[in-house]
């Protein structure tokens, strides 16, 4: 069963502070994994996409890592700020499957207090 | 990149009315989007997914005659909650793929009173 599973399930961290989020997943064939922000009340937003052959990605403050043998990959966020509260969620695409849904984590909230 | 407009972004119904939302993709066609409910710190949970020119299919445990989808053309999928109670008010997110991405609306709040 394609599964996606995220830890932790929460985090809070003081600003200036790093963090690294889990993401575990079985999805196979696997196309691209993708890291989304949510800020409440708003839909996702793209942070990182990761393809079967990166191992590393960054955007910014926010460093992806990807192993696809064992299927893990993390988001890196560096000297954190209040604005980097939200929710963030890794998300799997199944490859050559254009009719078929994303699979979700259920996100890990994080919370930057000054 | 690629666009996905959701509208409206926020509607307040009675209870027993029914509510339309849309989903466009703007520089896209979209032969498949997906549509999504989030309840207040959950995860985002798929309802549906809508095939333009046929039956949307939905997940087990969502009433199709209830969450009426239709995606009459390769931009634009709408989701009507008919019927609206007060358990429906939820925020409902579509979704499209493009070339093996996926690409977001802003999501809807609906708030059934």
């Known amino acids: 069963k394609n599964q996606v599973e995220q830890s932790p399930q929460s985090l809070i961290i003081l600003e200036g502070k790093n963090c690294t989020l889990q993401c575990n997943y079985t999805v196979s064939p696997f196309s691209n994994l993708r890291w989304y922000k949510q800020d409440t009340g708003r839909g996702p937003v793209s942070l990182t996409i990761?393809?079967?052959?990166?191992n590393t990605k960054s955007n910014g403050r926010y460093t992806a890592t990807l192993d696809a043998d064992t299927k893990q990959s993390s988001l890196h966020i560096t000297a954190s700020q209040l604005s980097d509260s939200a929710s963030y969620i890794c998300?799997?695409?199944?490859?050559?499957?254009?009719?078929?849904?994303?699979?979700f984590g259920k996100g890990t909230t994080l919370s930057v207090s000054s | 990149g690629a666009v996905v407009s959701q509208h409206p972004s926020r509607v307040i119904c009675k209870s027993g009315t029914s509510v339309k939302i849309e989903c466009r993709s703007l520089?896209?066609?979209?032969?498949?989007m997906f549509w999504y409910r989030q309840f207040p710190k959950q995860s985002l949970m798929l309802m549906a997914t809508s095939n333009e020119g046929s039956k949307a299919t939905y997940e087990q445990g969502v009433e199709k005659d209830k969450f009426l989808i239709n995606h009459a053309s390769l931009t634009l999928s709408t989701l009507t909650v008919t019927s609206a109670h007060p358990e429906d008010s939820s925020f409902y997110i579509c979704?499209?793929?493009?070339?093996?991405?996926?690409?977001f609306g802003q999501g809807t709040r609906l708030t059934v009173v």
């Open positions: 979704s499209a793929r493009s070339n093996n991405e996926a690409f």
């Open positions: 998300v799997v695409i199944p490859a050559n499957q254009a009719g078929t849904a994303l699979i």
């Open positions: 990761m393809t079967f052959s990166e």
């Open positions: 520089d896209f066609q979209a032969t498949t």
